[in-house]
């Protein structure tokens, strides 16, 4: 292993607390999510990272104030922060890797985000495709309807 990937594995260890601000940026951190709220635009947003995946949310006050810093199983606060909108999406798994943008607004949304891309990019066709068929996608119908029709 290289000194510079010890470096940096070293730097992965150093814990953040699990309440901290940076800015006008409100930040709660658990295991394998993270949450941020934007004081200046008034704005919530969360990323989940297990195994493989690596998502960013839109998210509202209540998902927000409802995650806990301690005590929190890690599958909840997950479950939570899916019921928000879906932004970016990124699996590095068995059946290879890609990465889905739903909200193409992504980096200006989650500017803090540090967005995991592993694979190839879908197309926006197939990412369309993929939110009229799914359930789980319902939250991003109607912005990516909306860009559908002005473009």
Request: aromatic share 10%; net charge negative; proline share 2%.
């Amino acid at each position: 292993m290289s000194k510079v990937s010890r470096d940096k594995k070293k730097e992965k260890r150093i814990r953040l607390p699990a309440e901290y601000t940076e800015g006008a940026l409100l930040f709660k951190a658990g295991a394998g999510w993270k949450a941020c709220y934007d004081r200046e635009r008034e704005l919530y947003t969360a990323e989940t990272i297990c195994a493989g995946y690596y998502d960013l949310y839109e998210i509202n006050e209540e998902i927000f104030g409802k995650l806990m810093t301690k005590g929190m199983e890690r599958r909840d606060a997950h479950e939570l922060i899916n019921t928000g909108r879906h932004l970016y999406k990124s699996v590095s798994d068995r059946n290879g890797s890609y990465d889905i943008v739903l909200d193409e607004d992504y980096p200006t949304l989650c500017p803090w985000a540090e967005a995991q891309k592993t694979g190839e990019l879908w197309d926006q066709e197939l990412t369309d495709l993929a939110v009229a068929v799914f359930e789980s996608e319902k939250q991003n119908r109607e912005q990516r309807l909306k860009k559908l029709n002005n473009r």
